[in-house]
């Protein structure tokens, strides 16, 4: 999600907030008694725990931050963690079929992942990449993974490569659908619906 930022304008606000914190800091603990060595000092400690409140904010407190101001999911990204029931059509030459799984995407403020959990695989990230559309601004969901077949009931298939391109529904923050690809040539449609625990 951070890469979703202008990071330079971000880097340009904290700069000018550590400034002006450690200026107002210095001019309330000033004394010509005690010296600026005091201040500095006080300053410095001021600046780290802002610090710590935006580490906090970064690692902890950006999920609270979303749920309390909800129109923080559509100006930036939205909280996609969680588990979501997952539909798979697929096909493969000329066999198709639908096949149930589960996925976990794991999202902090720094990156994303998602697994996925089937009856015959599991589904490792490689990659997962928020975006949002340029012109609409619906959320997308670059994935690439590793899939890895279950060796049981016969199966010998290898490891192999995908790609999915999923977008949030216009309507619901708790579906995700788009087409894969992988490089054993078969391809399909994803549907995933949140689940609620």
Do not use: C
Not at 14 to 41: E, H, K, P, Q, R
């Amino acid at each position: 999600m951070i890469n979703l930022l202008p990071l330079t304008k971000v880097i340009t606000v904290i700069s000018v907030l550590y400034a002006a914190l450690i200026s107002i800091i210095l001019i309330f603990v000033y004394d010509v008694d005690s010296g600026i060595t005091v201040g500095i000092v006080f300053a410095i400690k001021g600046a780290t725990v802002l610090n710590l409140f935006l580490l906090g904010v970064i690692y902890f407190g950006w999920r609270w931050l979303w749920r309390k101001i909800p129109f923080l999911n559509k100006l930036l990204f939205p909280d996609l963690n969680g588990e979501w029931d997952m539909t798979i059509h697929w096909r493969w030459d000329d066999k198709k079929g639908v096949a149930q799984a589960t996925a976990h995407i794991k999202q902090d403020f720094l990156k994303m992942s998602m697994e996925v959990a089937s009856e015959d695989s599991d589904s490792s990230t490689l990659l997962a990449k928020p975006q949002k559309d340029p012109e609409s601004g619906r959320a997308i969901l670059f994935y690439i993974y590793r899939n890895t077949p279950k060796l049981k009931n016969g199966n010998k298939s290898l490891p192999y490569d995908g790609t999915a391109i999923l977008k949030l529904d216009h309507t619901s923050l708790n579906i995700l659908e788009g087409n894969y690809y992988t490089d054993r040539s078969t391809r399909g449609y994803y549907e995933l619906k949140r689940k609620y625990t």
